[in-house]
């Protein structure tokens, strides 16, 4: 038997069963008890949030033949509604706009309009993606919905509304979709594992929910694609290997670097990333996901109902964002949804997103210039020392700070040159001294707080505020 893909097989049967758009179909089911359904309706939201789920429903409801009127609760069963289900019904007229957009398709509807419905009370015109009509297909849809038969109703369902006329709009009463909640999909993924008595590891779903990004139909064909490796258990592991998700474990140790202030760890955590086939794009999306998720942390607390995360990460990110402060996360945060753009029209990507990452490495809090000016009047300024950002020495810097762990507090406050002195005499010394006082030396050289005050302003468009 060949393989239905799971959004066709598991899709929503009715009002009830359609997931995460609650109080559209308390409104629907309303109308039909009522007997108040619209003539059209509008339903709005991105891709795979259960448009053309609801129009199969309210199709469904409004032509069920085990009933003598419109239903809240289709049988699912009689011709009609199985007909309906596989988009084949000859009253449940389904129309793709985006490839049947001209003037005359839109003609021979109206022209087949006025006929009565073959079987059914109802003939129902469910129109997808109909902001992709041309302007002639929308005046000639315009008529028929100014003065439709009785017998007609129809759905349009649009990814962006803004893009139909208001003309149409006024005719239509309209429903924006929700994005469906990370823990909405993961609920659905569990329970259809189940169903298909698939194994999985816990690990997997949230993570997964996650990237489907509020679309149910974006998440179970990603669930698709890792069913068909024929591994199992599914595992997270998986995920990272098969959907390309990067490695959570090294974004984890890329934002330790960063919140480490270590310059050559970042770079090495970057290259690390890289060398997995991840772009800087998706490497600098995962990074304002994390960084999002520690400010939650900062902000909310670790047991934030607001975190989308598994035991672990919840313990991962709680640790992490003791390196930072709640206005670097901000910051951070913005500077790399700026960046985001900039390094999507860039030649040199790498280049951009390195830059900004050492810009975070060297001032984990935010600077501002008063701060930077008070920075430079304190201490005298040491002879640069080499820095070097090779192999060898990152793997110096990771040994500095697994001796260091436990006084990584250092970073979360802004601490008295006494008590820094202090803790790292407790700590290996040497190598924590230099790289403090290569760091302090880097901030204080006034060409470098040039070049940092030009790269918020610059890349990033965050000016300083005076
Ligand atoms: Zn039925």
Excluded at 76 to 86: I, Q
Excluded at 255 to 267: N, Q, V, Y
Excluded at 317 to 344: C, S, V
Aim: charged content about 25%; proline content about 4%; overall charge neutral.
């Amino acid at each position: 038997m060949a393989y239905t893909v799971l959004a066709r097989k598991y899709r929503s049967q009715t009002f009830d069963d359609v997931i995460g758009q609650d109080p559209i179909s308390r409104t629907l089911k309303n109308a039909i008890k009522t007997g108040r359904v619209a003539h059209a309706y509008l339903f709005a939201g991105t891709r795979g949030v259960g448009k053309t789920t609801m129009a199969r429903v309210l199709a469904k409801s409004l032509n069920c033949l085990a009933f003598d009127a419109p239903t809240t609760e289709p049988c699912c069963r009689c011709d009609s509604c199985v007909a309906v289900n596989l988009g084949e019904d000859i009253d449940v007229i389904e129309i793709d706009g985006a490839t049947n957009n001209g003037v005359e398709q839109v003609r021979e509807l109206r022209q087949n309009a006025i006929y009565r419905a073959a079987r059914c009370r109802f003939k129902i015109y469910i129109i997808d993606e109909v902001h992709m009509l041309s302007v002639p297909a929308f005046n000639a849809l315009l008529k028929i919905l100014e003065e439709p038969p009785s017998h007609v109703k129809f759905s349009l369902a649009t990814t962006e509304p803004n893009k139909v006329i208001a003309t149409i709009q006024s005719r239509c009463q309209r429903f924006d979709f929700s994005n469906i909640g990370p823990n909405l999909i993961a609920g659905q993924l569990k329970s259809i594992l189940k169903q298909e008595k698939i194994k999985y590891e816990d690990d997997l779903i949230l993570p997964l929910a996650k990237m489907a990004n509020g679309s149910m139909r974006d998440g179970l064909s990603l669930l698709d694609r890792l069913i068909s490796t024929g591994a199992e258990p599914l595992t997270a592991e998986l995920l990272e290997e098969f959907l390309g998700s990067p490695n959570s474990e090294k974004i984890y140790n890329l934002i330790g670097e960063i919140g480490d202030s270590s310059a050559a760890g970042t770079f090495a955590a970057i290259e690390d990333l890289i060398s997995t086939g991840l772009s800087e794009v998706q490497l600098v999306d995962s990074l304002i996901d994390y960084m999002r998720d520690l400010m939650v942390v900062k902000s909310a607390g670790a047991e934030s109902e607001l975190l989308i995360l598994t035991a672990e990460q919840r313990k991962r990110t709680g640790q992490l964002a003791e390196k930072f402060d709640t206005a670097a996360l901000i910051y951070n945060i913005t500077a790399l949804e700026k960046l985001r753009w900039a390094i999507k029209n860039s030649d040199t990507p790498r280049a951009l997103l390195e830059a900004l990452l050492l810009r975070f490495t060297l001032s984990e809090h935010f600077l501002n210039v008063d701060e930077l000016l008070s920075q430079s009047q304190a201490g005298p300024i040491k002879k640069k020392q080499p820095t070097n950002v090779k192999s060898k020495a990152s793997s110096e810097a990771r040994e500095t700070r697994d001796e260091g762990r436990g006084t990584n507090n250092e970073h979360g406050s802004k601490p008295e040159p006494v008590i820094e002195e202090q803790k790292q005499t407790k700590a290996t010394p040497n190598r924590l001294k230099t790289r403090s006082q290569r760091k302090n030396e880097i901030l204080n050289d006034p060409a470098v707080k040039t070049v940092l005050l030009g790269l918020d302003a610059t890349i990033t468009g965050i000016e300083e505020e005076k």
